[in-house]
């Protein structure tokens, strides 16, 4: 199997030459960076719906799709990326999903372990450390006759430029992806103290995809991939293929594997609620909310929740709780019930 070590590319070229090599049935491990930050639209998704398209051109930020699922994602040249190419009729390609996962998930655990962070796999599609924060993702798609999967060693995040480039309800949501972000995500270089020299990190991966797929034969790419990669280039940045129509909400953002944050509405009788929420593994951590009720002693609100940080978004638990937080304070809300705050904060 080849090796391709391409550096920093153009942000576009960073993630379409594997989607080249795979349909021209082409089997390889690619390094590679962007130089200037990407915006990477997953395949179903409807970019106008997740992305912040003003600010992403305002920044001057590609936004373009790609053909592998999942959700949207900030590239720079902070990550470096690994993409495996691998074609579905190689003996050592493995028959379940699963299996596929674990081989491409196990050079980006060792790398990490290598730098000295201390990382494992969690099943189905994440690398996350010992204390369960995210450090890689990992995304597959079939194009062709091969199948592709991709991750990335996050050297350093630019956590803000990631909140930013998403299309949320609100400012006060945005808030939330940043702070979630923050608590769930890390790096290298949070980690460890420290950013190791971009060959080092090339090298461990190499050794480690060595391990598990056999030998790898560094060769710079040929002529027909870039010509493929150049026409695959103006085919994914073509708004018919950019804006097609997927199915993501703009009020939900997936963090990590059982971490999410998400916004919704609820119309009580005593007015809108709206509450703005981040979720960790189907309990509340952090949680806002507001609308146009009312709600005495006003000031409580916002102790109500900190009463509900830590209960499980489940119907009876939070219901139980917020039903317990009234009695205690007094609270007196018209047209607004524990049962209504539990409709807007349990539903959907």
Known sequence: MYLYRLGKIPGQQSMVIFHALARMGREGVILV????????IGYFQDTRKVADLDYCRAHGISVMRRE????TTFLDENQIFFQLVMR?????????????????AGPCVDTYRDLGVDAAFRPVNDVITRDGRKVSGLGGADIGECMVFVGNIILDFDYRSMASILK????????KVHKSLEENL????????????????????????????????EVPLGADVLEASRELEKEFMRDEFLFKKGKAREDYVKIAEGVSVLEQNYKAPGGLITVTCAVSNGTIRDISLSGDFTFYPREMLGSLEEALAGVRREAAEVEQAIGRFYEDFSIDSPGVT?????TAICAG
């Open 68 to 71: 592998i699922g999942g959700g």
């Open 168 to 175: 949320v309800p609100s400012e006060k949501f945005r808030d």
């Open 33 to 40: 960076s962007p130089a200037r930050p990407i915006v990477s």
């Open 88 to 104: 579905r009729d190689n003996p050592a390609f493995p028959r379940k999903i699963a299996a596929l996962y674990e081989l491409v």
């Open 338 to 342: 524990p049962a209504d705050f539990t």
């Open 186 to 217: 890390t790096t290298t270089l949070r980690e460890t103290g420290k950013i190791p020299p971009r060959r080092e990190v090339e090298d461990l991966l190499a050794k480690h995809f060595a391990a598990r797929v056999g030998p790898l034969e």
